[in-house]
């Protein structure tokens, strides 16, 4: 094997991205090397360059959301094998916090970032901990398997957990981009009835309409809760998800909701929440709950999915780059070219 490999790195100095040739890692007790088949860019990996996300470390490789196949295994390790293919979880628990400290692992408060914290997958191999790998199924492709972590676990969280979708429930989503195309996808698997998209951009609603949503409205349609209101029936949004996150469309999406409703926050901006006056919402028993990330499990069973066929990613896989190429990818992503829902890296 060769001792260095090809690497996308931050700089945190001066914001700056190098490709460079570094010693391929050793993986430590625990820890396996897996060579890298696809490392999704993701907006968090824009943020780290554009400084809305503070660095944590002065040079990071960057990309969190990798599959891949073990090809070493370090001191320890049991239970995987050189050859499994694999997705490594974007993150590790600090072992330290007080919800650590009680074994509360899942939410751990200060969890330790791939891409951020240590070396992520934009690169040709990458150390992962072995602790927090899911096997991917036979029949699954490793392009969309590298989708899993993060770009559509983080939305099949929002929808499953955090807002508790179920049969029979009205949902809207604001915004229809990367976030918000898996969120209606995964609602429409949840059994919402009817699934509306919101947006300005007439292409990404009609992609939406074509991968599930039975109404597309623009959001700054003057007449959107007089609609909403008629192909509901009258009863409004049992479920409704910003993956906008601006005033705006948080208060509409309360706006737009049934007694007892909930918005679902994902997106994210510098603005503060506006859920609009008081009185309606506590009359109405209206919630905003806010959601970020997914479990580990969640990859797993969106895996199961996929390789059952309850799950078609193949629209979510917009461009292909080399890693040579990266800066184009984050370029693309950065400036919506085609409206991208995931640019994949293949080193
Ligand atoms: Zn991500
Ligand atoms: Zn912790």
Redesign the pocket.
Known sequence: MAETMLAERFYAKDHSIHLEEIPIPEPGPGEVLMKVAYCGICHSDLSLINGNFPPSLPVVTQGHEASGTIVKLGPGVTGWSVGDRVIPSAGR?????R??RRGDFAN????HLMAFAYDGAWAQYHVASAMGLTKIPDNVAMDQAALLADAVSTPYAAVVRTAQVHSGNAVAVWGVGGVGTHLVQLARSAGAVPLIAIDLNDEVLERAKRLGADFAFHSDDPDLMKKIEEVTNGRMIDVAFDAVGIQATVRAAVESLDVNGKVVTLGLSDQDIDAGPFLDFNLQRKQVRGHLGYQGQDIAILAEMLSFGRLDLSESISDVVPLSEVERGIDDLKNHKGNPIRILVKP
């Open positions: 628990p600090c072992m330290v916090c919800k650590c751990c408060l200060h969890l």
